[in-house]
Nanobody, 116 residues
Framework: QVQLVESGGGLVQAGGSLRLSCAAS????????IGWYRQAPGKQRDWVAW???????YYVGSVKGRFTISRDSAKNTMYLQMDSLKPEDTAVYYC??????????WGQGTQVTVSS
């Protein structure tokens, strides 16, 4: 059974930074496309960034240039570096496989709150 555990969220002022981590167990993600998703209150969960199995990274327009997705295959862990945070980035952030792949069970997510 695959388990995903997100961490690293918190409360930060606008302009600040956070680094989210996602530890995967029960399956290796080292050769899969991986992604970060977020869900703001009252909205659906959408992808924010994803990293292909070939190492190409993609970002939704609103975070491009501010967020960076990466992975540590040896640790079976993925990361999302978030800089220049804005209040509109406030959401629960989740990790999973990339947008084009079947999803594994979602973790509990990690709350990111950006104050103005």
């Amino acid at each position: 059974q695959v388990q995903l555990v997100e961490s690293g969220g918190g409360l930060v002022q606008a302009g600040g930074s956070l680094r989210l981590s996602c530890a995967a167990s029960g399956s290796t993600f080292s050769e899969r496309s991986i992604g970060w998703y977020r869900q703001a209150p009252g909205k659906q969960r959408d992808w924010v960034a994803w990293l292909s199995s070939r190492g190409n990274d993609y970002y939704v327009g609103s975070v491009k240039g501010r967020f960076t997705i990466s992975r540590d295959s040896a640790k079976n862990t993925m990361y999302l570096q978030m800089d220049s945070l804005k209040p509109e980035d406030t959401a629960v952030y989740y990790c999973n496989t990339g947008p084009e792949l079947q999803k594994v069970p979602w973790g509990q997510g990690t709350q990111v709150t950006v104050s103005s």
